[in-house]
């Protein structure tokens, strides 16, 4: 798929259902990887910066208007489902993340057991800072900061800065 708004360099393989509107725009090496048992829909005048990647071998992705992915940022299996609001930004080296491996079956190699999934919402107008991890079932309310470095393994109300590992509540925006 080479069209305006897609760097010749990007990687866009389409196995599923992907709509990339003309006005988004895939910048030098990001990678797309859609599945056949996958789905992304991408917002209007969204950008992917360079080296970012997206896989979604299972499950979905969607994003509102003006979402941006900084350079080097990983979106890695939202089997359960990634929603991205309006006017958001996910900092370079972000990395959201859907599944986890299962662990529970003793004498069962960790590869093998099933994976639990959850889904990830992400707001309206939400700043994730730069090498921010975002973990499976978490949802970060509208307006939410999250501090570059975290590591969010539970909910964020609206509005709420939060830093740390594990993220904890810092304050509110004024």
């Given at each position: 798929?080479?069209?305006k708004g897609?760097?010749?360099?990007?990687v866009?393989?389409?196995?599923?259902?992907?709509?990339?509107?003309?006005?988004?725009?895939?910048e030098?090496?990001a990678v797309v990887?859609?599945?056949?048992?996958g789905?992304l829909?991408?917002?209007?005048?969204?950008?992917i910066y360079p080296?970012?990647?997206?896989?979604?071998?299972?499950?979905?992705?969607?994003?509102?208007?003006?979402?941006?992915?900084?350079?080097g940022?990983?979106i890695?299996?939202?089997?359960?489902g990634?929603?991205?609001?309006?006017?958001?930004m996910i900092g370079?080296?972000v990395?959201?993340?859907?599944?986890n491996?299962?662990?529970?079956?003793r004498?069962?190699p960790?590869?093998?057991?099933?994976?639990?999934?959850a889904p990830?919402?992400?707001?309206?107008?939400?700043?994730?800072?730069?090498g921010?991890i975002?973990?499976?079932?978490v949802?970060?309310g509208?307006?939410?900061?999250?501090?570059?470095?975290a590591v969010v393994?539970?909910?964020?109300?609206?509005g709420?800065v939060?830093?740390?590992?594990?993220?904890r509540?810092?304050?509110h925006?004024?």
């Amino acid at each position: 798929m080479i069209r305006k708004g897609i760097h010749p360099s990007a990687v866009v393989e389409n196995l599923g259902s992907v709509l990339i509107p003309e006005s988004t725009i895939i910048e030098p090496l990001a990678v797309v990887f859609v599945g056949g048992r996958g789905r992304l829909n991408l917002g209007e005048m969204n950008t992917i910066y360079p080296g970012a990647t997206i896989r979604i071998d299972q499950g979905w992705m969607e994003t509102g208007r003006e979402v941006s992915f900084g350079s080097g940022c990983h979106i890695y299996e939202p089997r359960a489902g990634l929603t991205i609001g309006d006017h958001s930004m996910i900092g370079g080296g972000v990395l959201i993340c859907g599944v986890n491996h299962g662990y529970a079956i003793r004498g069962e190699p960790m590869r093998h057991q099933p994976v639990e999934a959850a889904p990830i919402v992400i707001g309206k107008d939400v700043w994730v800072g730069m090498g921010a991890i975002i973990l499976p079932g978490v949802t970060l309310g509208d307006g939410a900061i999250i501090a570059a470095g975290a590591v969010v393994t539970s909910d964020v109300a609206p509005g709420a800065v939060v830093s740390g590992v594990p993220a904890r509540f810092a304050k509110h925006r004024e």
